[in-house]
């Protein structure tokens, strides 16, 4: 009888452990590369492509559940287009590239302790954007003023995203889509467009 008490008392210290740890407040950093691209909107026939950017972002998993976590995140995300074709008779290249700070609010559902899933509504803030074009071993560059009425400064998106962990290390891939336009009016020198990325990276918990 002594021993099963003993062995009772083992179990619920060890079960309140467990538990105590699951619902622990975890912090990380992670870092990955973006595949960006854009979904076009009205009568354009500007023809556009993926080109590669960088993310890093830091967050907090905060538990509600075992299986349940809210993930609010800051982050840095590189997103654009590139577009190619002739001009005057010689290949040419075109790139805008679009930086953002973006605060991603995301609900984390935990099937088990090695894999998550993840989607919420992200908001991104414009910081600045770039544009290059070459042609003929000839590049221009320019950097798009910020009081530029076409581009929409604050954006609403969302985010769906897979998660695997193996104790402290992580690594996931994620997709998200701008849920509203910039403010171009969609002619072949305006291009009306939302962001969508593909992003994969890897990350540290403390």
Do not use: H, W
Request: positive net charge.
């Amino acid at each position: 009888m002594k021993c099963l008490f003993i062995a009772t008392a083992a179990l619920a210290i060890f079960t309140a452990q467990v538990s105590a740890q699951d619902k622990k407040v975890k912090l990380g950093a992670r870092a990955g590369v973006n595949l960006s691209t854009v979904i076009k909107s009205g009568d354009s026939d500007f023809s556009t492509g993926s080109k590669m950017g960088f993310n890093a972002a830091i967050f907090a998993d905060l538990p509600l559940a075992t299986v349940f976590s809210i993930q609010p995140e800051v982050q840095f995300s590189q997103k654009g287009f590139k577009s190619t074709g002739n001009f005057l008779g010689s290949p040419y290249e075109y790139k805008q590239t679009t930086n953002f700070i973006e605060v991603p609010i995301l609900a984390k559902i935990k099937p088990s302790a090695n894999f998550a899933i993840l989607a919420g509504p992200q908001f991104s803030f414009l910081t600045s954007t770039k544009t290059s074009f070459n042609v003929s071993n000839t590049s221009y560059e320019d950097i798009v003023k910020e009081e530029n009425d076409n581009l929409r400064k604050n954006i609403l998106g969302g985010v769906l995203g897979l998660e695997a962990s193996s104790k402290n290390f992580l690594v996931g891939l994620r997709y998200n889509l701008d849920f509203q336009a910039n403010n171009g009016d969609g002619t072949s020198t305006t291009l009306k467009y939302k962001n969508q990325v593909t992003s994969l990276y890897i990350g540290v918990t403390f």
